[in-house]
C-alpha cells in the first residue's frame, strides 16, 4: 500500500508532494461546500485517475497533517498491492430512509473477506445511528464501519457526498476493503465532561427529542445558551453537547449533537438516535482534556492494527464541528496530539464532521458518535 498526498488551493490549485502511486486504486478528498459545489474538481480528479474509485464530502474544515484549512481540498492517492475494492452508492430522502438506505449498502458491501467498511453520509437528512445499523446488520456485527457525516462549516444548510460521481446532496457512499492483506483499524474518544443534573428522554422518536423531564428539550438548552446565544440555534448547542445512556446499561453511553431545531413544535433534531427511557446529561469542554481525547483515539487505532505497525499506514481523522468551533484557534492541539501518537510514518488526513462513526471502545458495535475524535488506520501487511 502506498499513499500519496494531493492538495488544491484557490492559490496554486492541484499540488502533488511527491510522484503519485503507480494504479491509483482509491482517491480520498475532502473540501469545504462552497469548493466542491460545482463539481469542476471532481473532474480534474478523474481525469488524473481515470480508473480509480473516487470518495469524498463536504466539511466543517480539512485535516492534513497537523493543519487545518477552510479554503483547500485535501486528498489522498491511494494504491494497494493486493486489497479488493468495492464501492456503492445510494441516494436518501429523508432520515426515515436510513436504516433502508444502509441495509441496501451492506448487502452490495458483502462478502466472506470484507474485512472493513469505510462511509461518507450526507450529514442533514440521515439518521446516523439507524444507517450504521443497517449497513453492520447486512455485513455483520465484526466487520467494523467507519466514516462520518459531512459537514457545511457551522452554516447547516446542505452537505455533499461524492461517490464516483460529483459531489451532491442527499447522498450515502461506502466503500469496502476486502482480502486477507488489509488491516483497518480504528480509535474514538471524546473528552467532553458532564454537568448539571442527569434527566429523562420522556418523548422521542427516532433522533428527533421533544421532552426532557416532561419538559420541551429546546427550553432546556435555551436556559443554559440565554436569549442572545439561542438566537444560533443549531449552531450555538454544538457547544453543549448531550450525553444519553440506557440507565440499565451505563457502557451504552454516546454522545449526541444537535443538527435542527424546531421552534414551534419546541423539539431538537440530532445526528442519531435519542430512545424514549434513556438517560441524557449536557456536557461542556476544555482544550486539555479535548485534546486528551484525540491522543486517546490516536493510541487505539495504532494499536489496532495487530502487527501492522511499521507497514505504510494513512490514518482518516473525522473529528466533530463542535469541538472546533469551542477550540478555535487552539483546535490544532488536538490534530498535534493525535499525530504524535499515529507517528511520523502515518500520513494524516481528514475532516470536521456532523456525526462520526466508529465501533465503540467497550462493546465492539459500529454506531454513531458526535463531539468525539475517531481515526480510521489503514496498513496492507506485506505491501
Same mark, same amino acid.
Given at each position: 500500500?502506498?499513499a500519496?498526498?494531493?492538495?488544491?488551493?484557490?492559490?496554486?490549485?492541484?499540488t502533488?508532494?511527491?510522484?503519485?502511486?503507480?494504479?491509483?486504486?482509491?482517491?480520498?478528498?475532502?473540501?469545504?461546500?462552497?469548493?466542491?459545489?460545482?463539481?469542476a474538481?471532481?473532474?480534474?480528479?478523474?481525469?488524473?485517475?481515470?480508473?480509480?474509485?473516487?470518495?469524498?464530502?463536504?466539511t466543517?474544515?480539512?485535516?492534513?497533517?497537523?493543519?487545518?484549512?477552510?479554503?483547500?481540498?485535501?486528498?489522498?492517492?491511494?494504491?494497494? *498491492?493486493?486489497?479488493?475494492?468495492?464501492?456503492?452508492?445510494?441516494?436518501?430522502?429523508?432520515?426515515?430512509q436510513?436504516?433502508?438506505?444502509?441495509?441496501?449498502?451492506?448487502r452490495?458491501?458483502?462478502?466472506?473477506?470484507l474485512?472493513?467498511?469505510?462511509v461518507?453520509?450526507?450529514g442533514?437528512?440521515?439518521?446516523?445511528?439507524?444507517?450504521?445499523?443497517?449497513? @453492520?446488520?447486512?455485513i455483520? @456485527?465484526?466487520?467494523?464501519?467507519?466514516?462520518?457525516?459531512?459537514?457545511?462549516?457551522?452554516?447547516?444548510?446542505?452537505?455533499?457526498?461524492?461517490?464516483?460521481?460529483?459531489?451532491?446532496?442527499?447522498?450515502v457512499?461506502?466503500?469496502?476493503?476486502?482480502?486477507s492483506?488489509?488491516?483497518?483499524?480504528?480509535?474514538?474518544?471524546?473528552?467532553?465532561?458532564?454537568?448539571?443534573?442527569r434527566?429523562?428522554?420522556?418523548?422521542s422518536?427516532?433522533?428527533?427529542?421533544?421532552?426532557?423531564?416532561?419538559?420541551?428539550?429546546?427550553?432546556?438548552?435555551?436556559?443554559?445558551?440565554?436569549?442572545?446565544?439561542?438566537?444560533?440555534?443549531?449552531? @450555538?448547542?454544538?457547544?453543549f453537547?448531550?450525553?444519553?445512556?440506557?440507565?440499565?446499561?451505563p457502557d451504552?453511553?454516546?454522545v449526541?449533537?444537535?443538527?435542527?431545531?424546531?421552534?414551534?413544535?419546541?423539539?431538537?433534531?440530532? @445526528?442519531?438516535?435519542?430512545?424514549?427511557?434513556?438517560?441524557?446529561?449536557?456536557?461542556?469542554?476544555?482544550?486539555?482534556?479535548?485534546?486528551?481525547?484525540?491522543?486517546e483515539?490516536?493510541?487505539?487505532?495504532?494499536?489496532?492494527?495487530?502487527?501492522?505497525?511499521?507497514?505504510?499506514q494513512?490514518?482518516?481523522?473525522?473529528?466533530?464541528?463542535g469541538?472546533?468551533?469551542?477550540?478555535?484557534?487552539?483546535t490544532?492541539?488536538?490534530?498535534?496530539?493525535?499525530?504524535?501518537?499515529?507517528g511520523? *510514518?502515518?500520513?494524516?488526513?481528514?475532516f470536521?464532521?456532523?456525526?462520526?462513526?466508529?465501533?465503540?471502545?467497550?462493546?465492539?458495535?459500529?454506531?454513531?458518535?458526535?463531539?468525539?475524535?475517531?481515526?480510521?488506520?489503514?496498513?496492507?501487511?506485506?505491501?
Open positions: 500500500m502506498r500519496k498526498p494531493m492538495l488544491w488551493s484557490p492559490r496554486t490549485g492541484w502533488l508532494n511527491s510522484a503519485e502511486p503507480v494504479e491509483t486504486s482509491l482517491v480520498l478528498y475532502f473540501g469545504a461546500h462552497e469548493t466542491l459545489a460545482h463539481g474538481h471532481y473532474d480534474e480528479m478523474r481525469g488524473m485517475f481515470p480508473s480509480a474509485h473516487i470518495l469524498g464530502c463536504s466543517g474544515g480539512q485535516i492534513y497533517g497537523d493543519n487545518i484549512s477552510d479554503d483547500e481540498i485535501v486528498a489522498a492517492a491511494i494504491a494497494f *498491492d493486493a486489497t479488493r475494492l468495492k464501492l456503492r452508492r445510494h441516494e436518501i430522502g429523508d432520515p426515515s436510513s436504516r433502508e438506505c444502509g441495509e441496501a449498502i451492506g452490495a458491501l458483502a462478502a466472506e473477506d474485512a472493513g467498511v469505510f461518507l453520509s450526507d442533514l437528512n440521515v439518521n446516523g445511528t439507524a444507517l450504521v445499523a443497517g449497513i @453492520a446488520g447486512a455483520g @456485527a465484526k466487520i467494523p464501519v467507519t466514516g462520518g457525516l459531512a459537514g457545511d462549516g457551522p452554516y447547516f444548510r446542505e452537505t455533499l457526498v461524492g461517490g464516483d460521481c460529483a459531489p451532491r446532496t442527499r447522498t457512499a461506502a466503500i469496502g476493503f476486502y482480502g492483506a488489509i488491516r483497518v483499524s480504528h480509535g474514538s474518544a471524546g473528552g467532553w465532561d458532564p454537568f448539571g443534573p434527566r429523562r428522554v420522556t418523548k422518536a427516532g433522533n428527533v427529542l421533544f421532552e426532557l423531564d416532561d419538559k420541551p428539550a429546546l427550553d432546556l438548552y435555551e436556559r443554559y445558551l440565554g436569549p442572545e446565544e439561542s438566537e444560533g440555534l443549531p449552531g @450555538a448547542a454544538l457547544l453537547p448531550m450525553r444519553i445512556h440506557d440507565a440499565a446499561d451504552s453511553a454516546v449526541r449533537t444537535v443538527l435542527a431545531v424546531d421552534r414551534d413544535a419546541r423539539s431538537m433534531t440530532f @445526528a442519531g438516535d435519542v430512545p424514549q427511557g434513556w438517560v441524557a446529561q449536557l456536557m461542556h469542554g476544555n482544550f486539555d482534556r479535548l485534546a486528551a481525547g484525540a491522543a483515539a490516536a493510541r487505539q487505532a495504532r494499536a489496532g492494527l495487530d502487527g501492522g505497525v511499521g507497514a505504510p494513512l490514518s482518516v481523522l473525522v473529528s466533530c464541528i469541538r472546533r468551533l469551542l477550540m478555535g484557534q487552539q490544532v492541539a488536538e490534530t498535534e496530539a493525535a499525530g504524535a501518537e499515529l511520523a *510514518d502515518t500520513m494524516r488526513l481528514g470536521y464532521s456532523y456525526g462520526e462513526i466508529c465501533p465503540h471502545a467497550k462493546s465492539g458495535l459500529s454506531g454513531l458518535h458526535n463531539q468525539t475524535m475517531t481515526i480510521t488506520s489503514f496498513a496492507e501487511i506485506g505491501g
